[in-house]
């Protein structure tokens, strides 16, 4: 391990070229980030401003990274999952002065310990993937709050229980709600979750999808992702819900839709996406036949209960990086992926580049607007704020712009039509 008191906590220095290769690649393929860059850079508009930030380190956070610092921002990082960091970029951010603590396989008092060093010097402004950080401030540092202009959320489940701390008025700042921008939302969680979880599953398993019983837990925007994909490749998609619009949605859509009870007996591939806690659970581990793969994609390791796993085997061993296997006392092998964290972050690489650039062009103007509104004089109520919708419009603008598609504009006459509420048939 490297490491520097105030500076870096990383794997292995010597990785940092293999790292910096893996940004250069990231960032061929963000253009609408890296046009947030240039555009900035000459501003500086985050000078004086020193943000915390509790991410997956992966090239495309990296790309987010030296575009904050290149714009004028003190960062301090971590990573928001024990299993997700890439060491090699790690050791490029490191390298390249950005004050950084993350290495692949934290236990749980390292990440915590983490998040803490992120925290030694206070930030201005908190972002994060899974309410980690802002959590780690509010329970355990309050104080620093009162120098925090606010923060900005990445994903469902941080969200989620965002606005409830807000509902509960324990919240102490403002955060941007930046996964339920539409260009996050609908993109993100749905194509990135929907590839990378296919691309987890096979680097830990290797298998052939097709003709497979394949089991989504939750039909959400991951769950729909993943389900869409693993149907064009050829497998026998059933999906599981507890939403009964969402599950009418995916019998719509083509799925098989039953109980996990149901599900557990006929399942070879079984995916959870939802969330939520103990989705699989012993009852439905004893249930399944031998041989069949579970993984989840959901933020918490907490949708498969590994503990009754665990507590019904006689035996478990790593078969291959990111499979272990465990021998029911009934005879029948199960294989867990990554421990039960995302399968897409720890068994593969996280989400395209391509659909990380709209996500963080969003994180990107959340701390800009954070910074604009304090450097006003407005103040914001310590509340979860949606990013405003012509921001979506205009990173979809960007983002077709930069692939090289054009579409039609509305002419006066037919904008007018569209509230002309005396025209009839
Ligand atoms: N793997 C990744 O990289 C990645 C990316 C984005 C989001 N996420 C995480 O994935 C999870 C889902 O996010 P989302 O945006 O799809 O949320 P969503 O709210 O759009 O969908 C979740 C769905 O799960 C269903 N559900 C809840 N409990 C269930 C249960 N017990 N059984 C079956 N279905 C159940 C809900 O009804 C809902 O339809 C969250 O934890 C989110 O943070 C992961």
Redesign the pocket.
């Known amino acids: 391990m490297d490491y520097k008191e105030g500076a870096y906590k990383v794997r292995d220095l010597r990785l940092a070229g293999a790292g910096r290769k893996r940004i250069e690649w990231a960032e061929s393929r963000m253009p609408v980030l890296m046009r947030l860059r240039e555009q900035y850079a000459k501003e500086q508009p985050f000078k004086g401003y020193k943000i915390a930030g509790c991410l997956h380190v992966t090239k495309e956070t990296a790309v987010l990274v030296e575009t904050f610092a290149a714009c004028g921002a003190e960062v301090a990082w971590s990573g928001c999952n024990p299993l997700s960091t890439n060491d090699e970029v790690a050791a490029a951010l490191a390298e390249a002065g950005i004050e950084i603590y993350a290495w692949h396989g934290q236990n749980v008092e390292e990440f915590y310990w983490s998040i803490e060093r992120t925290l030694d010097r206070p930030p201005h402004l908190t972002l994060d993937d899974?309410a980690d950080l802002i959590f780690t401030v509010h329970h355990r540092h309050p104080h620093l709050a009162e120098h925090i202009i606010g923060g900005s959320e990445e994903?469902?489940?941080?969200v989620h229980r965002l606005r409830a701390m807000a509902e509960d008025g324990k919240l102490l700042y403002p955060v941007y709600a930046v996964n339920d921008a539409e260009t996050k939302?609908d993109f993100?969680?749905v194509y990135?979750?929907g590839q990378?979880?296919i691309d987890g599953i096979l680097r830990a398993s290797s298998v052939l999808l097709a003709g497979k019983n394949f089991v989504v837990?939750?039909?959400?925007?991951?769950?729909r992702g993943v389900a869409m994909r693993a149907k064009g490749m050829g497998a026998n998609v059933i999906v599981?819900?507890?939403?009964p619009t969402?599950a009418l949605k995916a019998t719509l859509d083509g799925m098989r839709v039953m109980t996990?009870d149901e599900a557990a007996a006929i399942g070879d591939i079984f995916v959870t996406?939802?969330?939520?806690k103990d989705?699989i659970r012993g009852r439905h581990f004893v249930k399944m036949k031998d041989g069949a793969i579970v993984c989840n994609?959901?933020?918490?390791d907490v949708e498969l209960n590994l503990k009754e796993l665990a507590g019904l085997s006689t035996d478990t061993r790593v078969v291959r990086p990111n499979n272990r296997e465990y021998t029911l006392e009934n005879g029948k092998r199960i294989y867990v992926l990554a421990e039960g964290r995302?399968v897409?972050?720890a068994a593969a690489e996280?989400?395209p580049s391509e659909v990380m650039d709209m996500s963080f062009a969003n994180q990107f103007m959340a701390h800009l607007h954070l910074v604009r509104k304090h450097e006003a004089g407005e103040t914001l109520a310590p509340q979860v704020i949606d990013l405003p919708e012509e921001l979506d419009q205009e990173i979809a603008r960007i983002k077709l712009e930069t692939m090289g598609i054009r579409i039609d504009t509305l002419s006066e006459e037919q904008r007018a039509y569209a509230t002309d509420y005396s025209a009839g048939t």
């Open positions: 899974g994903t469902t489940t941080g939302w993100d969680n990135g979750t990378s979880t837990a939750g039909y959400g925007h991951c769950g599981t819900e507890v939403k969402a996990m996406a939802t969330g939520m989705v994609t959901g933020h918490y995302l897409n972050l996280g989400h």
